[in-house]
């Protein structure tokens, strides 16, 4: 670490701490109402949805699982290609299976929709999207988010697991990214 990085301030706040805990608990509430009895599994997209998942799951008060699926969309920088490719697959098998992805941000939707089409293939019982952030992206491909946390202007954003380029995941809050000077 350089001691750049260490002085490096993001941009302007986005949701802050307490607001992202008022967020993911009542997002808690809702999936609670939703899939009490049907022993969710919480599929986590790797890596930028992690902190989201750890404080989403202590706000759910029923059975489910997780398990975690690693995708890398041949991103640089702060734009995704669209071509996806798994790394590592999930665990569990989810024939029958009441399937929620938990996914940090939903951007242009590309990535999302790769993943949608491939789980489908697997004949889950049911299968829903939980997206912390949505942005309001023109290129938004047609994806439906059953949960959303909050709608986010276009632009690229950093902290409680999103990250540009590796960093800025252990911010406590999401702020806009700010390409330093
Ligand atoms: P999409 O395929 O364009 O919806 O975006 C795919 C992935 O890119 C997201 O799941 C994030 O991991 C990452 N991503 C998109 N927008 C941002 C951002 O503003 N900050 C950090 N990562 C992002
Ligand atoms: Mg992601």
Redesign the pocket.
């Known amino acids: 670490m350089t001691s750049s990085d260490r002085l490096y301030q993001p941009g302007d706040i986005i949701l802050s701490a307490d607001e992202i805990a008022r967020v993911v608990a009542r997002l808690g509430r809702e999936i609670t109402a939703d899939y009490d009895g049907k022993n969710p599994v919480l599929v986590n ?1 790797l890596k ?1 949805g992690v902190v989201f998942l750890a404080d989403l799951i202590r706000q759910l008060p029923i059975p489910h699982q997780i398990d975690f699926l690693s995708v890398s ?1 041949y ?1 640089n920088g ?1 734009n ?1 290609s ?1 071509s996806v490719r798994i790394v590592e697959d999930l665990s569990t098998n989810i024939a029958g299976r009441n399937v929620l992805i938990v ?10 929709a790769y993943i949608l089409n491939m789980l489908e293939i697997r004949s889950p019982g049911s299968l829903e999207v939980c997206a912390l952030l949505r ?1 309001k992206s023109p290129k938004q491909a047609g994806i439906r988010v059953k949960y959303v946390g909050k709608e986010i202007p276009d ?4 902290g409680y697991g ?3 380029n590796e960093k800025f995941r252990n911010l406590p809050y999401i702020a806009k ?1 700010v390409t330093p000077e």
């Open positions: 997209l930028g969309s991103e702060t995704s669209g996914e940090d941000v939903l951007d242009t939707g590309r990535t999302l942005k632009v690229f954003v950093v999103l990250d540009f990214f």
